[in-house]
């Protein structure tokens, strides 16, 4: 079965510090995705990216970025000059392709406040 | 474009009560999912509509039903309410029945008294 585990659960750093969320995963499928959401106080999450399990290229937007290791089963995110706009609970989450569908299975998050 | 909107947002019932939630996806998007939040379950999938079929279900007593109609619409709806049935409901949208990406809305959160 699938499983994803986010080891940190709070993390809290000041302002224009750069922060990594860990997320690692297990999954018996060779074809997966995964993905990061952000939860902000209000509620909604808020799509990041996703990955699908041939492509280790690493990935790069702004501020963001992402790690992604099979050797290591992880999808690590790095947040660089964080801001305190980033404040909010961050998610890791698996889908199994063609068996699962569009179910996704979420790590418990990791809650980051970034302090000014 | 319009995101994915849940109504009512805020739900307080009593315990044997039923609920119906509501979810309108993003417009061209064919594929709904539900999910669970609470503080120590996390996040957990409840089930997937498409083509108003259900596809997929997550591991939720019977209690817990839902639908999806020809516009791609969805409801939920869960009977005899219980204590632990307090969360906030979130539904996503996608494309199309995979693992595309999900786009999810602000949630409906309901109190069980």
């Known amino acids: 079965a699938q499983k994803v585990t986010q080891a940190q659960t709070e993390i809290s750093v000041v302002e224009k510090e750069d922060v990594t969320l860990d997320c690692v995963y297990e999954?018996?499928?060779?074809?997966?995705?995964l993905f990061w959401y952000k939860q902000p106080p209000s509620g909604e999450l808020v799509f990041l990216i996703r990955r699908n399990s041939f492509d280790e290229q690493n990935e790069i937007s702004g501020r963001y970025s992402w790690n992604f290791q099979k050797s290591t089963s992880s999808f690590n995110f790095t947040i660089t000059a964080s801001q305190v706009v980033d404040s909010a609970v961050y998610f890791c989450a698996l889908s199994e392709g063609e068996t699962s569908g569009s179910r996704l299975t979420f790590g418990e998050g990791t809650q980051l406040t970034v302090n000014p | 474009k319009a995101g994915v909107t849940q109504t009512p947002r805020y739900l307080i019932k009593t315990r044997g009560q039923q609920v119906t939630l509501s979810c309108s996806p993003i417009?061209?998007?064919?594929?709904v999912s539900w999910y669970q939040q609470t503080p120590g379950q996390g996040l957990q999938f409840l089930f997937e509509y498409f083509s108003e079929t259900q596809r997929n279900k997550g591991n939720f007593p019977g209690r817990f039903s839902g639908r999806q109609f020809s516009n791609s619409r969805s409801e939920m709806n869960v009977s005899t309410l219980e204590l632990g049935d307090s969360a906030l409901y979130l539904c996503?949208?996608?494309?199309?029945?995979?693992?595309?990406?999900?786009?999810f809305g602000p949630g409906t959160r309901l109190t069980v008294t």
């Open positions: 417009s061209g998007h064919r594929s």
């Open positions: 996503a949208s996608s494309l199309a029945q995979g693992a595309f990406e999900q786009y």
């Open positions: 999954t018996r499928d060779t074809t997966y995705y």
